[in-house]
């Protein structure tokens, strides 16, 4: 178990029952979440950060990743240049190395990204019209085939949208083969990998402005025609030139109002101290208060790590120690702190039975389509609250579940992973499975301790 979530639960005295229903409120009164991940989990979020491969190997990096992170985006693994260096060949190894290790470590992967106008491999920009097309589908295609059931949400389009008052695509050779280009693309993306939750990501899109009303009109139009589109990423790179925006929640409110997803996909903040703390917990709650946005990704661990490392941007200094934004991140996220105060003498014991300190319900829900399902599990802590739990949900026959998320499987056994056994008296965590198959009806049952 997470050395954060272990529990003092040894001072229980067996025989005395007014000893063990203070333990039971105790535990419920517990330590908030003390990593970004949990805390977020907690909330039905995921927190997330960019990853390099290279950087896997130091161990101040990779501790801190698998301790905070519970989603994690190639910052270049995964870009065309990198994928298919030269026009049908592909190459995987950066990008599959943090796959595995985000597979070992129960992290999930945001893919980033299929089609950019930037980080093209020299072939690719030598190609125009329908040669160019034909190899941007192609390639939409093998990358999200090689990854299948094994990305959480892909970025299918990146920075598609030009800067300025234009309101219009920016200008680029994927743009000249037709304005039809992106949602070529994400068909292509969904026909590859049809559990993958689809992305359209760009930056100085967080407030409202002519470059995010022309998003919002194309993301609309698609919903409208039944492209395949289930979320938007706003990369949210601020400085004191390009701010939090004041709108910022209420922009992604609109956007979750289409019916998408929307997602926090690049969040760095420059500055230092109170002023760069203040500006992280606005981000933070104002993707709290937007029900539909489901996580948030910060792109780097230290502020050494950061493509603008000048700035320090990020919420670990270069020798990996938390930084005031940090902590008013974790704050906003709910974690970090007691979230009641235990009781100041023990509860008296009435002749009803004491509330167990344990107890959870888990519910599905299915996605299913021709020939496989994703099935997303919550698991919601009753009055005690959990430090662990098992779900039995009884899989059908004949199907094969292919990956599975935020859980360890033992057949239609699911026990909580390091980061989310620990639920506060009536939040809850999700877990998730994506199989072949046709899953029916999955009535999932929940055990706490
Ligand atoms: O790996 C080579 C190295 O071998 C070489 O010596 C060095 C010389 O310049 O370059 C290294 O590659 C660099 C790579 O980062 C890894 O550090 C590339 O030149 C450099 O262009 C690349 O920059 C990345 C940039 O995207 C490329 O467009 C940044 O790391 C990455 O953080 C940044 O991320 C983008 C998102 O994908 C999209 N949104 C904006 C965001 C920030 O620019």
């Known amino acids: 178990m997470d050395r954060n979530r272990k529990r003092a639960l040894g001072a229980a005295g ?8 203070a333990v039971g409120i105790a535990s419920a009164a517990d330590a908030a979440a003390s990593t970004l991940h949990a805390a977020a989990a907690e909330k039905g979020r995921y927190f997330g950060t960019a990853v390099a491969a290279y950087k896997l190997s130091d161990s101040v990096y990779s501790t801190i990743l698998d ?8 910052e270049n693994e995964m870009k065309w240049d990198a994928t298919e260096p030269s026009q049908g060949s592909f190459s995987y190894g950066s990008a599959d190395q943090i796959v595995a290790h985000a597979q070992a470590h129960g992290q999930r992967v945001r893919g980033h990204a299929l089609a950019w106008h930037q980080q093209q491999p020299g072939w690719a920009q030598n190609l125009s019209g329908t040669a160019l097309r034909n190899a941007m589908v192609n390639h939409v295609t093998q990358v999200a085939t090689h990854y299948k059931g094994k990305i959480y949400a892909w970025d299918v389009v990146n920075e598609a ?3 300025g008052g234009g309101g219009g695509r920016r200008d680029s050779s994927l743009q000249r083969t037709g304005n039809d280009w992106i949602e070529v693309a994400f068909r292509a993306a969904r026909a590859a990998d049809p559990a993958a939750k689809l992305c359209y990501n760009d930056y100085n ?3 409202q402005n002519a470059k995010s009303n022309a998003v919002y009109a194309m993301v609309s139009d698609f919903k409208a025609r039944g492209v395949p589109i289930d979320c938007v990423g706003f990369q949210s790179h601020f400085n004191s030139a390009s ?3 004041s709108d910022y929640q209420a922009n992604l409110q609109r956007f979750a109002d289409l019916g998408l997803d929307v997602q926090i996909t690049e969040l760095d903040i420059e500055g230092s101290g109170s002023a760069q703390a203040d500006n992280y917990r606005r981000v933070t709650e104002a993707c709290l208060a937007v029900s539909r946005c489901t996580g ?3 792109w780097g661990i230290r502020d050494s790590d950061s493509w603008r490392a000048s700035g320090t941007p990020l919420l670990f200094d270069g020798n990996g120690n938390k930084k005031a934004a940090y902590t008013s991140t974790l704050t906003a996220l709910g974690g970090g702190g007691p979230t009641s105060s235990p009781p100041s003498s023990p509860p008296v014991s009435s002749s009803s039975p004491p509330v167990p300190s344990g107890g959870c319900t888990a519910t599905a829900s299915v996605n299913q389509w021709q020939g496989g399902f994703v099935v997303a599990v919550r698991v919601t802590a009753g009055s005690g ?6 779900v039995t949900m009884p899989l059908p026959s004949g199907i094969t579940v292919t990956n599975s ?3 360890t499987r033992n057949g239609n056994t699911f026990t909580n992973v390091s980061y989310n056994g620990h639920i506060n008296p009536g939040q809850y965590t999700e877990f998730g499975l994506q199989a072949t198959g046709t899953a029916g009806t999955l009535t999932p049952t929940c055990a706490a301790s």
Request: glycine share 10%; proline share 8%.
């Open 161 to 163: 949208f030009a800067d």
């Open 205 to 207: 899109t967080d407030g």
């Open 14 to 21: 067996a025989g005395a029952l007014a000893v063990v229903v």
């Open 243 to 245: 701010p939090v925006p």
């Open 296 to 298: 948030m990704t910060v």
């Open 67 to 74: 301790r905070e992170f519970g989603m994690v985006t190639p």
């Open 385 to 390: 609250g959990t430090n662990a739990w098992t």
């Open 405 to 407: 998320w935020s859980v």
